[in-house]
């Protein structure tokens, strides 16, 4: 039975992205306690702030961000990661 470095790397690149995904939104300020203070998350939230006159706008990049760091990643998000790690994963056997 052989598998291709392909299916390797793809497999490898999508398992990472998901995995990885919790970790970098946690050390970027995104925690399961909301954004921590001073954090590249907090400078992120307050520029939006700025943008929108005193809030963060619904549906932002931020807002999700900040959702998918309380609650973890939805399923359509942990898809969503995994296809593209998958996609880098493939490309990175290409290049």
Known sequence: ???PV????IAAGAGGAVVSAPIVLGAVGFTSAGIAAGSYAAS???AAAVANG???AAGSLV???QSAGMAGLSGAATAAVG???GAVGFLATVI
């Open 1 to 3: 039975f052989f598998v």
């Open 54 to 56: 005193g809030g963060v």
């Open 6 to 9: 392909t299916a390797i790397a």
């Open 44 to 46: 992120m939230m307050s």
């Open 63 to 65: 807002a999700v961000l």
């Open 83 to 85: 296809s593209v790690g």
